[in-house]
């Protein structure tokens, strides 16, 4: 893998974030933050606004308010570095791509129907070393399985290592299996690279066992802080109904697997960049 | 010129090629599948079939409209046109609410009826029905230029924005999140097929080039399994049915654009076998 850098970013600042598509509001006042060695999960109702949040982010259309990447001193970071994960990729299943080929296009300038040099190949493999799917390197893109292709694509997302991770439903579709894997990776980055990750997720029981920090979308921000906080909210059973989440139990009473430094109200103890964490009700 | 004539004339010590005539649409030939061979492998990939039959058809409409606004030549009335033509197809396949399909159906018919309309009358039709089915028997020197031209530029802009197109048709949302600016790129692929279809549309005929741009390209795909090995048959069976027709075509004394795409079918037939029988 390309060498780990020190988390350069520290946090990404959304204020008073709109944007508005064909006459109609989908996002209003959205203030939040996204910080780096947390993972951050959005969630809401189909339509909430999620996705147009996350193309916001990427750049991909025009938003009102500001959103600023800093960096640990509160300087601007100019340059962000982005890992998408897309969802679900619909793509044509036949079209001769091998995982190989798909990643080559994107990691190098060489036309890949000329063939794939030495260093980007290594790339590719140590790539996809990370996510263990050395195995799919000359799989037919259409052959892979759910998780199998969502690997690659995280292998991808993390090359080169970018500043901000973000998964956009990354495991609807996935066998248990893949799941678990996938996310135990995800884990195990936040922690040895200390990326800021976002995710968007339908998945409640996911969340709440994996994010830092939650944010409940419907338009705008309607609460946000730790998985406890924001489940525990009666905003939150507006808007989900009466959750029991199978055999677990709703509150944190069990603490989640990665409990972090993230507590509501206090300081941040992240030893690269300590910062004010406000909620927002 | 004449270098090259003594070169095919040594290796091709065949009747037909004592021709001029031959000796050039075979150059054509050799210089035209291999670009539309590798310009084929992505219209298939990004399912842009029928978009290339409409560009095809435009080519009618750019030479009506030539002739209406005064343009000498019909290769650059057919050029402008199809580029323009090009970039606006790409831009409502964007905006579209409907069916992309419907719109391209929409715009292909309204521009062949144009063109008829500008062409026929007076009832003067006839002297463009060769663009129908085209003539390669017909090309000259000049126009061994352009073509070559058109081979060297095309390989070069097709290897410049391969990859970023391989990336836009399997996911634009992830293109764009690597920097990539999936419009600019699709309308450059647009304007690239644009280009080689006007500038074959002459040889090949309006009816006939897009079988010659998607066919060998939709056989490679039956047999591929990877980028590699879909350019590299889709340019070997555009090239094989290009020089298989003309040469058929020349002992049948038939259309050498209806014996080339026939050559093209068979080999897509063969290739489907194989893949069935493969799984």
């Known amino acids: 893998m390309a060498g780990y850098r020190q988390c350069t970013l520290c946090r990404i600042d959304l204020k008073n974030v709109s944007v508005t598509r064909a006459g109609q509001e989908v996002l209003r006042d959205v203030n ?189 921000v309607l609460r946000q802080g730790t998985p406890g906080l924001v489940f525990a909210s009666e905003v939150f059973r507006d808007v989900f109904g009466d959750m029991t989440f199978g055999d677990k139990k709703l509150l944190f009473e069990d603490e989640p697997l990665n409990k972090s430094v993230h507590v509501h109200g206090e300081s941040h103890a992240d030893p690269c960049c300590a910062q004010e964490e406000g909620e927002q009700a | 010129m004449n270098t090259i004539y003594a070169v095919m004339d040594a290796l091709l010590p065949v009747e037909a090629m004592q021709f001029t005539f031959m000796k050039h649409a075979l150059l054509a030939i050799l210089l035209l599948t291999p670009l539309l061979g590798l310009l084929g492998t992505m219209a298939v990939n990004q399912q ?24 000498g030549s019909d290769l650059v009335s057919m050029l402008v046109f199809g580029i323009l033509w090009a970039a606006l197809i790409i831009l409502i396949r964007h905006r579209a609410q409907t069916s992309a399909d419907t719109v391209i159906s929409v715009c292909s018919s309204t521009s062949v009826a144009a063109g008829l309309l500008i062409l026929s009358r007076g009832g003067g039709f006839a002297k463009y029905s060769s663009l129908l089915i085209g003539d390669v028997l017909a090309v000259g020197q000049e126009d061994l230029l352009y073509l070559l031209l058109a081979l060297i530029g095309g390989v070069i802009l097709w290897c410049y924005m391969y990859n ?116």
């Open chain 2, 164 to 279: 970023a197109l391989l990336l836009t048709g399997i996911n634009a949302s992830l293109a764009r999140s690597r920097g990539i600016h999936t419009i600019l790129v699709e309308t450059a692929f647009a304007i690239l097929v644009a280009v080689a279809v006007m500038l074959s549309i002459r040889w090949v005929g309006v009816m006939l080039i897009n079988a010659l741009l998607i066919l060998p390209a939709a056989a490679g795909r039956n047999v591929a399994r990877s980028t590699r090995q879909h350019a590299f048959f889709s340019v070997i069976f555009a090239v094989m049915s290009g020089v298989m027709g003309l040469f058929s075509s020349y002992l049948w004394d038939t259309s050498a654009g209806a014996a080339i795409v026939l050559y093209a079918a068979a080999i897509y037939a063969v290739t489907l076998l194989i893949r069935r029988t493969r799984r």
């Open chain 2, 48 to 71: 842009m079939a029928f978009f290339s039959d409409a560009l095809g058809h435009s080519a009618l409409t750019g030479i009506g409209l030539g002739i209406i606004l005064g343009v």
């Open chain 1, 32 to 220: 939040m933050h996204i910080h780096c060695g947390q993972l951050t999960a959005v969630i809401g109702q189909n339509g909430a606004g999620k996705t147009t949040l996350v193309r916001a982010l990427l750049g991909e259309i025009p938003y009102g308010g500001t959103i600023r990447h800093e960096d640990g001193h509160g300087h601007p970071f100019p340059r962000l570095r982005t890992g998408y994960v897309p969802q679900h990729l619909q793509f044509d299943k036949e079209m001769p791509v091998t995982v190989e080929d798909f990643m080559a296009a994107a990691l190098s300038r060489r036309p890949v129907w000329t063939g794939i040099g030495r260093k980007t190949r290594k790339t590719i493999e140590e790539a996809l070393s990370v996510v263990k799917g050395e195995d799919l390197l000359r799989t037919p893109l259409g052959r892979c399985s759910g998780g199998e292709l969502q690997r690659v694509l995280l292998a991808l997302a993390l090359t080169p290592n970018p500043d901000l991770l973000v998964l956009d439903e990354p495991v609807s579709g996935v066998d248990q299996n893949g799941l678990n894997l996938f996310l135990d990776t995800v884990m195990e980055l936040k922690h040895t690279r200390h990326m800021a990750i976002l995710l968007v997720s339908h998945d409640l029981n996911l969340v709440r066992d994996y994010a830092d920090h939650v944010v409940l979308l419907e338009k705008t």
